[in-house]
C-alpha cells in the first residue's frame, strides 16, 4: 500500500490550499486516514481524521474551523481543504492510514502507512 500526498506550496497568510493523498489500493473501509503535520524541531502533531469506526472527522484545537478533511472513496483519495492559513501552520503535511481506535486516532505510532509529505510554508 501507497500512500502519495501532494498540494502543498507557498502562500501567504489568509490564503487557501487542498491537499490531497493518494492511495494506491482501497483502504477506506477498514482504517481511518488522516492527516499530520511536523515542522522542524517539532514533534509530528496530529491534524485531522476521518475515523474508520463511525467515518465522522476530528481535528486538532488549533485548526477547527479552519481546516476540513474530507474522502473519496470511489477513488481512493482523501482530502484537506485548508482556510485561513496562519505561519504557524507551515509545516510538511503526511497523510496516514491505520486501524485506529478511537482513543488513538491522535498518535502517529497507531498509523501503519505514511505518504512521502507535502510542504505546506505560510508567509505573514
Known amino acids: 500500500v501507497q500512500l502519495q500526498a501532494s498540494g502543498g506550496g507557498l502562500v501567504q497568510a489568509g490564503d487557501s490550499l487542498r491537499l490531497s493523498c493518494a492511495a494506491s489500493?482501497?483502504?477506506?473501509?477498514?482504517?481511518?486516514m488522516g492527516w499530520f503535520r511536523q515542522a522542524p524541531g517539532k514533534e509530528r502533531e496530529f491534524v485531522a481524521c476521518?475515523?474508520?469506526?463511525?467515518?465522522?472527522?476530528y481535528y486538532a484545537d488549533s485548526v477547527k474551523g479552519r481546516f476540513t478533511i474530507s474522502r473519496d472513496n470511489a477513488r481512493n483519495m482523501v482530502y484537506l481543504q485548508m482556510n485561513s492559513l496562519k505561519p504557524d501552520d507551515t509545516a510538511v503535511y503526511y497523510c496516514?492510514?491505520?486501524?485506529?481506535?478511537?482513543?488513538?486516532?491522535?498518535?502517529?505510532?497507531?498509523?501503519?502507512?505514511w505518504g512521502q509529505g507535502t510542504q505546506v510554508t505560510v508567509s505573514s
Open positions: 489500493e482501497s483502504l477506506f473501509s477498514g482504517y481511518t
Open positions: 476521518v475515523f474508520r469506526g463511525n467515518g465522522r472527522t
Open positions: 496516514a492510514g491505520g486501524k485506529t481506535i478511537l482513543s488513538t486516532i491522535r498518535f502517529p505510532e497507531y498509523y501503519t502507512y
